[in-house]
């Protein structure tokens, strides 16, 4: 199935986890890639892999959280290709913190990274996604859903998130651009092995994981995907749960 031929797809957070899968799930689908990220070496192995797919593949590296460098990403990614079909905006941080001992910068660059960098990237993309009649898909979480404990910053971004693409979605519908966001919960990235605060309840933070086990990026790929997809044409403004029914 080639349901990106033709089309060039833009993803953030592009060097490991659930970007990397999603990048390699569009390049075998046709699309041509504009990758980016901070982490130059993994991006570089991200665009060897979808190379292998034999399409064209462009990496940039981009602090999605600067201003500057999510609008020059953008601009670069439609200066090569002459359009932008697909904006996913997967870059994202997790930090543990007790609520009341977690530092005003810890808080903001969370924010600035999961929050500001969606809405930066979306700027800049909204222009020429209308062109092409376009989609978003947006990184969320259950964590945006649900309380997530000694997570306040993250799921305060992915509400941040969903609010945001559901904004988006209504904003701009009847010009054609869609706009979704994937909540996902235990996937097995580096995301998943993050350090914790001393004094943290284990039991209480994986409430949900336990009910739903674990699964690859892959699986976060393919709905990312079918999203970005024609096939997906009526679901615009959903916040879509992949999570094994951990939240059900
Ligand atoms: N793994 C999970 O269980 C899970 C659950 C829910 C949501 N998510 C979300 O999925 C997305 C991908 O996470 P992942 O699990 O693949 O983890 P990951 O750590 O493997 O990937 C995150 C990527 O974002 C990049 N990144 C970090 N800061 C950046 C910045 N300032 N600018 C550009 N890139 C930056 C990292 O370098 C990395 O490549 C994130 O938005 C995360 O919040 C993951």
Redo the contacts with the bound molecule.
Sequence with gaps: MKRFQHHVCYV????????RSSALRLAEEGAALFL????AE?LEETAKLAREHGGDVETRI????DETQAGEGIATCVERYGRLDVACN?????RFAHTHEMSFENWRRILS??LD?VFLTCRAAIPHLLETRGAIVN?????GLMGLPYGAA?GAS?GGVHALTRAIAVEYAQRGLRCNSI??????????TPEFPKGVDMDLLMRPASLAGTRG?DEVAKLVAFLASDEALHINGEEIRIDGAALA
């Design positions: 953030t957070g592009a060097s490991t986890g659930i970007g980016t990220d901070i982490a993994d981009c602090d999605v959280s997967i870059a994202g941080i997790l990274v999961n960098g990184m969320g979480s259950t964590a993250y992915k909540c996902p919960a235990s996937i097995e990235t580096r995301m998943a990026p």
